[in-house]
Structure formats: structure tokens, C-alpha cells
């Protein structure tokens, strides 16, 4: 899983870093500091942080899907 932040989004709510601590904290009173690249145990609180995100600035992205090997056609 791939994490995205738009930082110039972000207005500090710290929802993230409230329910996806592993992923996401908050240094100072504003400045998100994040792991692009979360261990996928912590999907679901990742997941629940980016719904979470009052301003919308986390996305995403599952690699998995997007880097599953295209099937060959039968011959």
C-alpha cells in the first residue's frame, strides 16, 4: 500500500495520526509527518484515516492490484 499526502491540503485536524498512530503523527501543532509505505497490517486504520481526513488530502493506492501480472490470452 502506497500513502499520499497533500500537505498543502492538510490543515492539521491530526484525525490521521489519531487513528492510524503507526502511519501518521503529528510534529508540532501542525506539520504531518507520514510513511508513504505503511506495513499492510495497519491497512484498516489507514484506511479508516484517510476517511477520516476532514480536508480529503490522504489517498491510497493498493499496489497490489495495480502491479498484478496481466494474464496472456489462451493461444
Known sequence: MRVVVDLSRCEGYAQCAFLAPEAFRM????????DPNPDDVWRDQ????AAACPVQAILVDQ????????EAPPS
Open 27 to 34: 510534529r508540532g501543532d501542525e506539520a504531518l509527518v507520514y
Open 46 to 49: 489507514v484506511l479508516r484515516a
Open 63 to 70: 499496489l497490489e492490484a495495480s502491479h498484478a501480472p496481466a
